[in-house]
T-cell receptor, first 119, second 114 residues
Framework: GAVVSQHPSWVICKSGTSVKIECRSL??????MFWYRQFPKQSLMLMAT?????????EQGVEKDKFLINHASLTLSTLTVTSAHPEDSSFYIC???????????????FGPGTRLTVT | KNQVEQSPQSLIILEGKNCTLQ??????????LRWYKQDTGRGPVSLTI?????NTKSNGRYTATLDADTKQSSLHITASQLSDSASYIC?????????????FGAGTRLAVHP
């Protein structure tokens, strides 16, 4: 079953408005969540790393004032795209690591993604 | 610079045929290598994960290999099915400070035709 959920799965908004995307870990606590953006036919690009109870760490070139990240609980992280513009239209995906028992490895579970279209 | 390169960029095969996807990486220090399947409009789903000491890992009809000396990996799909049509992403994990940083390949888009 799904380990990470995202809501909404798709959203269409007008230019200048803000959109909030939720990422939830199901049945386990996620102290760290990653937010990615994916343009058509391209791979995932890491935008930021959010840690529960602290400020997110943004990748170079990602505007922290435009992409607000809140990780207020161990099961929920939100990404808010503020004053969205058409160039922000993309597929946004969150992921969280979860330790694989017995191997000392972190499996990375991805959410199903949110398709954002800004008109 | 840490990089992951995949080939081919896209591939079309007939249902029932086998295929092999390639992944070359220059990532240091290497932690592990993962293959993901991403259906259109969906998030990636893990297929295999291999550490430095593992050179092959199977998951049903998917078999991944890893040559840590040449820094190459392959994903072999046996007896392909229409549902195998997807993007296959090679992801290499690099140790960065206290956590692992994921380096993504651009993916191989596989189309399986009847």
């Amino acid at each position: 079953g799904a380990v990470v959920s995202q809501h909404p799965s798709w959203v269409i908004c007008k230019s200048g408005t803000s959109v909030k995307i939720e990422c939830r870990s199901l049945d386990f606590q996620a102290t760290t969540m990653f937010w990615y953006r994916q343009f058509p036919k391209q791979s995932l690009m890491l935008m930021a790393t959010s840690n529960e109870g602290s400020k997110a760490t943004y990748e170079q070139g990602v505007e922290k004032d435009k992409f607000l990240i809140n990780h207020a609980s161990l099961t929920l992280s939100t990404l808010t795209v503020t004053s969205a513009h058409p160039e922000d239209s993309s597929f946004y995906i969150c992921s969280t690591p979860r330790t694989m028992s017995g191997r000392g490895l972190n499996e990375q579970y991805f959410g199903p993604g949110t398709r954002l279209t800004v008109t | 610079k840490n990089q992951v390169e995949q080939s081919p960029q896209s591939l079309i095969i007939l249902e029932g045929k086998n295929c092999t996807l390639q992944c070359n990486y220059t990532v240091s220090p290497f932690s592990n290598l993962r293959w993901y399947k991403q259906d259109t409009g969906r998030g990636p789903v893990s297929l295999t994960i291999m550490t430095f000491s593992e050179n092959t890992k199977s998951n049903g009809r998917y078999t991944a290999t890893l040559d840590a000396d040449t820094k190459q990996s392959s994903l072999h799909i046996t007896a392909s099915q229409l549902s195998d049509s997807a993007s296959y992403i090679c992801v290499v994990s690099a140790r960065s400070g206290g956590y692992n940083k994921l380096i993504f390949g651009a993916g191989t888009r596989l189309a399986v035709h009847p």
